[in-house]
């Protein structure tokens, strides 16, 4: 699957390219026709699923399509709950719309800022991305005009519901034409998220990404039992032997870190370490070169883990075991899909088994240790 073949426009799908967005995320695949096609959607996906770009790009390509309208007369309209997605979402729609003949002028608004600028930034915007108190305010003093608005999106839902906006939302509705395409994205589906649906949407593709839970079951996992002075061989071993590409690795420290992407490169296998102690532009070119296969192997810290912005890993190797349950799943969790199952082994320590057990649990999924006293770790 490719940008391409989803209908978006040629300058969108270069644009895409330009950012190192290789190919659509499947809520991405899934929703961005349906928007092109102006349906309405519910999309149950949770941030880090690319759910932004999924209704950002079809939103800036329809509206491209459409006359411009009158001063401050909003066309495209985006609930949020809060101010940092409200910037995230902005810097989103104004990174694309920058690639389009005629860019489409975006704003974000937000409590806990000054009013005036904001009214004054109004002047030609058609994207408006707002905060649901705001948004309520800049109506009331006439700042801009949503009776023409044709695509409403209402993003995280269900976080929008926990701070209490109900009466927000549905005042804020009562502003909006009759007449509009509405897109509803929540990272779960309860019973007031259920009652949201049926209030707003008409016939809405429905659109469920996978939890990374469900995902574990598709990876191909094992563990070996390991002294800590084998971890080096043993990872080379593995790398070598199996020829694995692509690989990720997790340490529980920078210090470990560094030193597991030395001693590989030592060894004759690529690697480097990203955490927290390298400059961003270190970070993002390790994370550029193992991306496009430059780099065999990355070695990360938990604490980068969820910035590493992969859809899938062949690979996923834990030299060591993370602190929590949760960060385990989240490690191994982009190896787990249906079309072709990744691998994620996990070093343990004598010490550990009692921790690992716990992991174990909490996943849900009993992984079949092996033992190494076997293995043939000469020249390694
Ligand atoms: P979101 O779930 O919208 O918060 O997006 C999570 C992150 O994924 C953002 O940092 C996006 O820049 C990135 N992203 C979204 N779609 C893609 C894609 N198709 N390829 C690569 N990165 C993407």
Redesign the pocket.
Known sequence: MTFDSLGLPNALVKALSKE??????PI?SQAIPAILDEKDVLGIAK???????SYVLPILANLQNKPEPKNRHIQALVLVPTRELAV?VFETFKLFSSALRSPIKSLAVFGGASINPQMIQMQGVRILIATPGRLIELKESNAMNLGEVDVFVLDEADKMLNLGFKEEMDKILSFLPKQRQNLLFSATLNKEIDGINRLILKQPVEIKIEEEKDAIDLIDQSAYLVLDEQKGPILRYLIKSQELKQVLIFTSTVYKADQVAEKLTKNGIEAQATHSKKSQRARTVALADFKSGKLRVLVATDLLSRGI?I?FLPVVINYELPRSPKDFIHRIGRTGRAESPGKAITFVTKDELHHFKVIQKKMGKWIKLTYTDDLDLHGF
């Open positions: 190192g967005y290789t190919k659509p995320y991405q941030t880090g699923s690319g759910k932004t770009a995230q912005d859809e």
